[in-house]
DNA sequence: GCCGTTTTCGGCCCGACTGTTTTCAGTCG
């Protein structure tokens, strides 16, 4: 798949464009990358197989563009792009990823000043020379300074697991803040309405800075800005204003917080949310029907009244849309499905009956396994499966079969005393030859088998589908782990033509695991919309290595919901009388 | 460069904030 390898071409050349102070084509450059990296398959394939015409079937590709990109695939570069690049000093592009710093001002930086990188800039800025620029001044130096360090701090985005927590924390400080300063004489604002929006709220995988959204009035804005930018966490104040304030927290993310009064608290809460494409989309049918959709409202066109906008549910039912959840919201079909009034009813947390992927401190978990099934009984689960590693793991320190032996035993003792069903479960290393870590006559006594493959990352795509596939041909194996392999930010999915893994799954009935763990969230919301397209089943699970990572579940639970996953497809919101449907071992 | 119930040319989201302006351009989301 090499999707993203090419939004990235046209999205390096938005920039190159833009800097050379080309107008809009870069916005159809970025249009064309956006496209792309939603696309949902494979656009080499789709060369291959309807040649440039199926590219310009692409939205937002058109002659242009499909023949550059069908130039790459072919040759491996586009002559045009090359040129292009020669043109503009290399390095711009990179500047163009300071805050603050534009098309405009690095073109003015590049010719006036002959700053061309980072560092050029860096020395530019410690010899004050950019605030002796016209246009520029003392201010805009400083801040491009800040700007400087905090990119060098983090300038990439971070894991929703990492993200999420720490969003609840700073909403929940300004709530206390608030609480205290406004005391009870004070109109009361309503906390219900102070919450995280963008794709923060869309639980996307990974978040590239919190945003934030308050409902107040009159004085109280102040006061809501006020505590904001003097929370205890933040670290550079980069705006302030009556409806918009923009924080660096000490730790390099951004945080921005924004205020609308109650009658377009909806409009802001669907605006902010995203997506951006999303938001396009919605706009256009507004523009349509007759009505401007904007933060502040949904406008009737001819006469300016606000006909929607104190909340979500109403502005999607005046366009005459079903109501969509921001996990669905990317423009992925989901709003020709709102019109046709056909959304699917997604999974909830309410709906998982149990966790299939667990370890203790048999293997490599901290906690012991009464702890673990204890904590699991706790969150209301009728079944785990408890799934230490197999032996050839020994950095995991993989369980001999003596060892898996006695936590058998233990798992009995502890069934008398629990009334959650625990299952004897393993991660089963799927070896290099694609057979699994036991011998068949242990794995037929375990309850559920989940292979993963957790070594030889670096082999060829016919080896690891060959490997894969095998493991699936395996009768003793129900659950496929972590699909992917591809750890956030640090380690790619090995390659392996899921195509064949996914028809494979399905023709021996096996399951995929949604894994929850915040580094992997594997499978990932694409790979689930395509998993799905051949009928498989899926099983959300935690792969906790501790009694706190039972909770993680919710980040998986929001990947499934992104990849338009109901209750149905998830087999772990089965009843346990249920799953013997599922797990063969159960049923014999 | 793309697109079309505004349709083959002429738009392309648009409002907020900042810094340097003396009325606005650049940037951001």
Request: aromatic fraction near 6%.
């Amino acid at each position: 798949m090499r999707n993203r390898e090419i939004a990235e071409l046209l999205y390096e050349t938005a920039d190159i464009m833009e800097f050379q102070q080309i107008e809009w084509k870069p916005r159809a450059y970025r249009r064309a990358a956006q496209n792309i990296e939603n696309l949902g398959e494979d656009i080499e394939k789709v060369y291959e197989k309807k040649g440039k015409k199926g590219l310009t079937e692409i939205p937002g590709i058109g002659e242009a563009i499909a023949d550059h990109i069908a130039e790459y695939l072919e040759t491996g570069k586009v002559k045009k792009f090359e040129d292009l690049k020669g043109k503009a000093p290399s390095g711009t592009t990179e500047l163009m990823e300071i805050r603050g710093l534009g098309a405009k001002k690095t073109k003015r930086l590049a010719d006036e000043l002959k700053v061309k990188t980072i560092p050029d800039l860096k020395a530019a800025v410690n010899a004050h020379r950019i605030r002796r620029l016209e246009g520029f001044g003392e201010i805009s130096e400083e801040n491009i300074a800040r700007s400087l360090r905090n990119y060098e701090k983090s300038h990439s985005r971070m894991a929703l697991g990492k993200v999420l927590p720490l969003a609840e924390e700073i909403i929940s400080a300004l709530k206390t803040t608030l609480k205290t300063e406004l005391g009870s004489k004070t109109p009361e604002i309503d906390f219900s309405k102070l919450i995280y929006t963008g794709s923060l709220r869309r639980l996307k995988e990974t978040i590239g800075d919190i945003d934030i959204l308050a409902e107040a009035e009159g004085e109280q804005v102040g006061k809501v800005m006020n505590a904001f930018v003097s929370l205890p966490a933040v670290g550079q104040v980069v705006s302030k204003g009556n409806t918009r304030s923009s924080v660096i927290l000490k730790e390099g993310l951004e945080v921005d917080l924004r205020v609308v009064p109650p009658e377009s608290y909806g409009a802001a809460l669907q605006y902010f949310t995203g997506s951006k494409e999303h938001n396009i989309e919605l706009r256009n049918i507004a523009q349509r029907e007759g009505y401007k959709l904007s933060e502040y409202g949904l406008y009737e066109k001819a006469s300016g009244k606000q006909v929607a906008g104190k909340s979500e549910e109403e502005v999607y039912r005046k366009l005459g849309l079903e109501y969509i959840v921001p996990e669905l919201r990317e423009n992925r079909g989901e709003i020709k499905a709102a019109i046709k009034k056909i959304l699917p009813k997604l999974i909830e947390a309410k709906d998982l009956k149990g966790d299939f992927h667990l370890h203790t401190d048999y293997s490599e978990g901290r906690a012991s396994l009464e702890t673990m099934v204890k904590k699991a009984e706790t969150m209301g689960y009728e079944y785990i499966a408890v799934t230490d590693h197999s032996r050839s793991q020994r950095i995991a320190h993989g369980m001999e079969i003596d060892t898996l032996k006695a936590q058998w035993e233990e798992i009995k003792k502890l069934s008398k005393r629990f009334k959650i069903k625990i299952l004897r479960g393993s991660e089963v290393e799927v070896l290099k030859d694609g057979s699994l870590d036991y011998p068949d006559e242990i794995l037929k006594e375990l309850d559920i088998v989940v292979g993963a493959v957790n070594s030889g990352f670096s082999s060829s795509e016919r080896e690891m589908t060959g490997r894969i596939v095998t493991a699936l041909e395996n009768r003793h194996l129900d659950i496929l782990a972590h699909p992917s392999g591809r750890l956030l930010g640090k380690r790619e999915a090995y390659a392996v033509n899921f195509g064949t893994v996914f028809e494979t799954a399905a023709a021996n009935g096996k399951v995929m695991e949604i894994n929850s763990q915040p580094s992997r969230l594997d499978l990932n919301d694409e790979l689930i919309l395509r998993a799905k397209e051949y009928g498989l089943k899926f099983c959300i699970s935690t792969d906790s290595h501790s009694m706190s990572d039972l909770a993680s579940m919710r980040y998986g639970l929001g990947q499934a919901r992104r990849g338009w996953l109901e209750k149905e497809d998830v087999v772990n919101t089965y009843p346990y009388s249920r799953l013997k449907e599922v797990f063969k071992k159960l049923r014999d």
